[in-house]
């Protein structure tokens, strides 16, 4: 079993938190090159960014600051999320399946309640490039909070926005943590304490 402390700090403070007060400045920072963007969690060293593969970005650079995030790898992090098992394509005698549609990372409060996607793409690509697809992802999961990364920061899709800025970008060491996102949906969804007790505590099978 998990224990956590429930924040007590407001969703305003949280916000200004997690944000940081010049997303201009992360935009234009987003866009510099590796050697520009200074210290970033799991950085590599002299490796050329624009060299590394889409997995490389990930084990390098996003699993790193999910972690000093304070989000648990181990339980709340699921990598390669198998979302369909692909159709079955028939050619007269012949059959075959179609590719799986896997989201690279899904992100859990609870090991039963999914309430973030994260696509990751080469740094090739631009911030934003796997956004589209996140969002498709997060539509099948029905989850609020869509990331998209190429290891340079992240594009952040806030479904529930309360200030009505749905997109934003975010540098390496702002993502949300845990307890953050699932504040911002309780408060959303107008959960009272009681509910949310109800909701997130922890369920055991003797099977």
């Known amino acids: ?36 963007n200074g210290a970033q969690p799991g950085k590599a060293g002299l490796m050329d960014k624009k060299q590394l593969s889409e997995r490389d970005i990930c084990t390098k650079y996003i699993t790193p600051a999910l972690a000093q995030a304070g989000w648990d790898v181990a339980t709340q992090v699921r990598e390669e999320y198998p979302l369909t098992r692909g159709r079955i394509i028939v ?32 740094n090739n690509h631009s911030l934003g490039d796997g956004m589209q697809q996140a969002l498709g992802y997060a539509d099948m999961l029905q989850v609020p909070f869509v990331f998209s990364s190429n290891g340079d920061g992240f594009l952040f899709h806030n479904r529930i926005a309360s200030d009505g800025v749905m997109e934003r970008p975010l540098a390496l060491h702002e993502f949300p943590s845990a307890e953050t996102l699932w504040q911002w949906w309780a408060r959303h969804r107008g959960l009272t304490d009681q509910q949310n007790a109800l909701v997130t505590q922890d369920y055991f099978s003797d099977g």
């Open 91 to 122: 050619r007269g005698k012949l059959h075959t399946r179609a590719r799986h549609k896997r989201a690279d990372y899904v992100l859990f409060y609870k090991p039963n309640i999914p309430i973030a996607v994260i696509e990751a793409k080469d």
């Open 1 to 36: 079993m998990i224990t956590r402390r429930h924040q007590t700090a407001s969703i305003s403070e949280i916000e200004a938190a997690s944000y940081g007060k010049d997303t201009g400045k992360l935009f234009a920072d987003s866009q510099k090159t590796p050697s520009a």
